[in-house]
C-alpha cells in the first residue's frame, strides 16, 4: 500500500532526524571540551612556570650565594616556557627575560625590574587567555542547549505534523471502516463509508467495502421478498 510506504518513510525520516541530533551533540561536545581544557591546562602549566620564576628570584635575593645554581634553575624554567607557548606575545615576552635574567640574577636591580615586569605580563596573558577559553566553553554550552532547544521544538512540531497526517490517512479512515461494519452486523443495511478528506488510496477501499455491503444488502432483500 502506497500509505503504508509513505508512513514508513515518514517515521524513518523522524528517527532519522533524532539520530542526527544525538551524533551531532556528542560530536561537538567531545571536540570541544578536550580542546578547551587543553588550552586551559596548558595555560595553567605557563602560570605555574611564571610563579617558579618569581620564587627563584625570591630565593635569590635572600640568599646571593646560590646565584649559578639559581640561574640553571631560571634557565630550565625558560626552556619550559619556551615549549609550551600557547598565546601570540609569549614568545616576545620571553626572549626579552631571556635578555634580562642573567643580569637580574647577578644583582643588577633595573634588569631585575624589568625581568618581574615581563614575567608579570606573561603571567597576566595567560590568565586572561584562560578566562576567555573560560567564556567561550561557557558560550558553547549555551549556544549548544539553544540548539537543542529548537531541535526538539521542530521535532516537536514535525511529530506533530506526521501525527496528523496518521490521524487523517489511517486512524479516522479505521475507526470510520470499523463503524461502518458495526452499524450493518447490527442490522443497520444503510451505513457506508464516507470521508471527503480520505487519500485516492482510502476512498478506493471505501467504494470498496460500499459496494461489498450493497450487494449483501442487495442479496439479502431478494430472499426476503420470496
Not at 598565546?87 to 642573567?102: A, F, G, P, S, T
Request: net charge neutral; with cysteine; glycine share 4%.
Amino acid at each position: 500500500m502506497v500509505i503504508a510506504q509513505t508512513v514508513r518513510i515518514r517515521m524513518s525520516f523522524l528517527i532519522f532526524l533524532n539520530l542526527l541530533m544525538g551524533i551531532a551533540c556528542i560530536w561537538a561536545l567531545s571536540r570541544m571540551a578536550p580542546a578547551v581544557q587543553n588550552i586551559i591546562h596548558k595555560n595553567e602549566r605557563s602560570l605555574d612556570i611564571c610563579e617558579k620564576m618569581f620564587v627563584v628570584l625570591i630565593k635569590l635575593t635572600n640568599n646571593k650565594d646560590e646565584s649559578h645554581n639559581k640561574i640553571f634553575d631560571f634557565e630550565k624554567l625558560l626552556e619550559l616556557a619556551s615549549n609550551n607557548i600557547t598565546e601570540e606575545n609569549e614568545e616576545e615576552l620571553i626572549d626579552q627575560i631571556k635578555v634580562y635574567y642573567k643580569y637580574a640574577l647577578n644583582g643588577d636591580i633595573e634588569a631585575l625590574e624589568k625581568t618581574v615586569e615581563k614575567i608579570s605580563s606573561l603571567s597576566e596573558i595567560n590568565r586572561k587567555a584562560i578566562n576567555t577559553a573560560d567564556k567561550v566553553s561557557k558560550k558553547f554550552a549555551v549556544a549548544g542547549s539553544w540548539f537543542v532547544v529548537f531541535w526538539a521544538a521542530g521535532m516537536f512540531f514535525l511529530g506533530m505534523y506526521y501525527k496528523r497526517i496518521l490521524l487523517k490517512d489511517i486512524i479516522h479512515p479505521y475507526e470510520e471502516i470499523n463503524a461502518v461494519l458495526n452499524a450493518n452486523l447490527t442490522g443497520d443495511k444503510f451505513r457506508r463509508c464516507s470521508g471527503h478528506e480520505a487519500v485516492d488510496e482510502i476512498n478506493g477501499i471505501y467504494s470498496k467495502i460500499n459496494m461489498i455491503l450493497d450487494k449483501k444488502s442487495a442479496g439479502l432483500e431478494s430472499e426476503s421478498d420470496r
